[in-house]
């Protein structure tokens, strides 16, 4: 294996470019084109074609470190592993199960996720178990649930984009979070369809549009609430899809007409005429999308306004139908499968539910215990932060840097710092292991087996490509070896293979069945779609590409309209802060920076954080281009130089998350929270602006 290439998938966002992989000199790899997988046919963004920087050890952990004397210090793994368990041993005996917390990550393989989930039920006992997709896709999922009765990202492959009529992207900006993706979107314009880009800022996925709205960040809701007024408004309701495969339009339409046009135009700042035109773009094709991502999901009613999005679709019979249909586009490597396989508070593998007895009995005799000794539902990502130190002394931590990238950080920094035990495992010393009391270098994409869960519900297989260097463990080994000390010797391999096998078991009849879906089957295809049960036969189901085309995934098929209403964003801009901050991403870093930043070319392009602002508040506030800029909320302040450009509402200035320090925006946002997702409000708060004198 070792001298040719390996085609295997990249190592960051919920695309999963594929991509091959040859070992070279010096233990990395080279990456090269892999035209043959149909979501980037060769593509990629310089994040993926830059990925195997971080498997140099001149940047990676290769040891294993423990706290002594306030510092950390290199250890063996036996006494980092012993010190692990003893720290966790100690604090469920002085206070109990839930003592000991767990946070995941949505770039964990399913094998890995999974395994996180048993080893909080099974080895810890603990209820206390969340992961940062919490803080990603989780309002999508609340209401894809709620509408579908079943949450996938897109309930169609990418390629049916190019032949649908127009499509609604809302609070995407995938020409920097997926640039391969954006082919698709040129594809359909070719073909004559239109695209429409609903976001704040004019981007550069915003350039791509035939039209672009730009509402006042926090205010989608009332936006889909207009264009379905106006829908009913001028006739285009679908009035037999809805009465053949939908309930709840009455109460949903009742909603909608309490939303006039001329009132969303004051909520939202897009005009009556912009909001017609979309709605005469959406409607007068055959087939048509909408698509959100974390624009209007990552809100404090970001389940009702996806929701409201999903009842436009419902309404103009645009789901569950060829080339039409909502979908999220989720995030992280494994986004996807991160959500179903049981490292989420109230959740078991296959995407079932803990609270449901008959799941708990299912689970529990794949995992040998009995159901009784499974704990119930914990809290969510946010709250589990802000709850240690309190009654959550011990964390374990794998695959997520909260100090950079949770709400509120200079808080969740501090509860950090009041925890009795942290340990972290990392592939670096990121921000957050920074604070460790162990830390536990692990392997990484290239050098580990695993299956990965993409946007489209796609199963593919991430292969092994060279061997890790000496001195780390795969995480897999890290749970082996913990539950092995903490006195659970079976249960827990280290050979994923073995794992996805157990995952079979623990997923089928659920609704994320995976039972069909095997590691040769995957060597083979470009992915299976889930849901895959295992056929009689053996495991020859297709798997699905395509969901709802016959019904819903509810008890009677239809899907469920919600009635939702337009409601304020937890922080208005008032005197003191008379600015709204919104957050997100650019193109050559990702998430909390602790992998990209690591990376030369990357840090070339993206050097630090920015602020950016309108002409008019820059004037105002007397700041010129690249002067330092001061953003105040009442979670704290930042600093970071200003950009300058007319791409922004005057109203609202930008930030993107990828840094610690002076210029972490996440100082600033505010953690409330959605009621049902329990998502935090990284997208919208109330800020003022100060010079910085240099
Ligand atoms: N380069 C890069 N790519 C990534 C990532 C990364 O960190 N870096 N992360 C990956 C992950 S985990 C995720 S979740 C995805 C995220 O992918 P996206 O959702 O595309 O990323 P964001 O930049 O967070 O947000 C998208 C847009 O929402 C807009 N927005 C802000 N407030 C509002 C609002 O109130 N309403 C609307 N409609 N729009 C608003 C912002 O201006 C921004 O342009 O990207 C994935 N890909
Ligand atoms: N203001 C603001 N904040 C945001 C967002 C926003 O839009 N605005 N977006 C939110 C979203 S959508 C997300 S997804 C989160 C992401 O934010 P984080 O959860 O912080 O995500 P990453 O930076 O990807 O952190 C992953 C960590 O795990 C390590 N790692 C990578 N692979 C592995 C592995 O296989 N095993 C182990 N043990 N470790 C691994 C990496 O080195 C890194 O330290 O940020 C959220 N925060
Ligand atoms: S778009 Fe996403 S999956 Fe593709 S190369 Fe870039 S980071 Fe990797
Ligand atoms: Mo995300």
């Not at 006992?125 to 997709?133: K, L, R, V």
């Amino acid at each position: 294996m070792q001298n040719t290439a390996t085609p295997t998938h990249c190592p960051y966002c919920a695309l999963q470019c594929g991509m091959n992989l040859t070992p070279v000199p010096g233990g990395t790899v080279e990456v090269s084109e892999r035209a043959d997988f149909p979501v980037n046919r060769g593509a990629l963004c310089g994040k993926g074609r830059t990925a195997p920087a971080v498997l140099s050890s001149r940047v990676r952990l290769t040891s294993p470190l423990v706290r002594s004397e306030g510092t950390l210090v290199p250890a063996t793994w036996d006494e980092a592993l012993d010190r692990v368990a003893e720290g966790l041993r100690r604090t469920r005996a002085e206070h109990g199960p839930d003592a000991v917390g767990v946070f995941g990550g949505g770039g964990l393989t399913n094998e890995k996720a999974y395994t996180l989930g048993k080893f909080a039920r099974v080895v810890l006992g603990t209820s206390q178990i969340d992961y940062n997709g919490r803080f990603c896709m989780s309002s999508a999922a609340a209401a894809g649930t709620k509408a579908f009765g079943l949450d996938r990202g897109l309930p169609f492959p990418l390629e049916d984009i190019p032949r649908t009529g127009c499509v609604i992207l809302v609070g995407s900006n995938l020409a920097e979070t997926m640039p391969p993706s954006l082919r698709f979107f040129n594809e359909l314009k070719e073909n004559g369809g239109t695209l429409i880009v609903v976001d704040p800022r004019r981007t550069k996925t915003a350039e791509q549009a035939d039209l672009h709205l730009a509402p006042r960040p926090g205010t989608d809701l009332a936006l889909a609430l207009g264009l379905l007024h106006l829908v009913v408004a001028e006739g285009r309701v679908d009035e037999e899809y809805v009465a053949g495969r939908t309930v709840g339009w009455e109460d949903a339409r009742a909603a909608a007409m309490a939303h006039w046009p001329e009132y969303v135009e004051r909520i939202t700042g897009v005009s009556v005429p912009q909001l017609r035109e979309a709605v005469r773009l959406f409607c007068e094709p055959e087939n048509a999308m909408v698509l959100t991502a974390r624009g209007p999901e990552q809100q404090s009613k970001g389940t009702d306004t996806v929701g409201a999005w999903i009842n436009l679709c419902l309404a103009t019979g645009r789901a569950g139908r060829p080339l039409s249909g909502y979908g999220c586009l989720t995030g992280q490597g494994n986004g996807q499968g991160g959500r179903e396989h049981g490292q989420k508070a109230d959740q078991l593998p296959g995407y079932r539910k803990l609270d449901d007895p008959a799941a708990r009995r299912h689970v529990a005799e794949v995992w040998g215990v009995d159901p009784d000794s499974l704990p119930g539902p914990g809290r969510s990502a946010y709250e589990l932060l802000d709850a240690l130190g309190g009654d959550v002394r011990a964390l374990l931590l794998m695959g997520s840097n909260p100090v950079v990238s949770a709400p509120g950080a200079g808080h969740v920094e501090e509860r950090f710092k009041a925890l009795d035990f942290l340990v972290v495992c990392d592939i670096v010393l990121s921000e957050t292991a920074g604070h460790a009391d162990v830390v536990l270098p692990v392997t990484q994409w290239a050098e580990e087996s695993g299956t990965t869960t993409n946007l489209e519900g796609r199963v593919l297989l991430r292969r092994r490509a060279i061997t890790p260097p000496d001195g780390v463990r795969s995480d897999l080994e890290v749970m082996h070896e913990l539950a092995d000390r903490l006195g659970v010797e079976k249960g827990f391999p280290t050979d994923p293979e073995e794992v996805f096998e157990e995952l079979r078991r623990a997923s089928a009849g659920g609704i994320a069945d995976y039972s069909g879906i095997t590691y040769r089957r995957l060597a083979e295809e470009d992915g299976v779609f889930w849901p895959c049960p295992q056929d009689a036969a053996g495991d020859g189901h297709p798997g699905t590409p395509r969901l709802f085309l016959d019904r819903f995934a509810t008890p009677d098929g239809r899907a469920r309209f919600v009635p939702v209403s337009h409601r304020a964003i937890a922080e208005e801009p008032d005197a003191e802060y008379p600015v709204l901050l919104t957050t997100g991403r650019v193109v050559a870093q990702y998430q909390s920076g602790a992998q990209t930043r690591r990376v030369d070319e990357l840090n070339a392009a993206a050097p630090g954080p920015f602020v950016e602002l309108h002409p008019r508040l820059a004037a105002r506030l007397g700041a010129a281009e690249g002067d330092p800029v001061a953003v105040v909320s009442r979670r704290g302040r930042a600093v970071a130089p200003a950009r300058i450009t007319t791409a922004i509402r005057p109203d609202t200035v930008f930030m993107p998350f990828h840094w610690p320090g002076e210029g972490r925006a996440n100082t600033l946002t505010n953690p409330a929270l959605d009621p049902t997702s329990r998502m935090p409000e990284f997208k919208a708060c109330a800020v003022r602006l100060e010079a910085v004198k240099s």
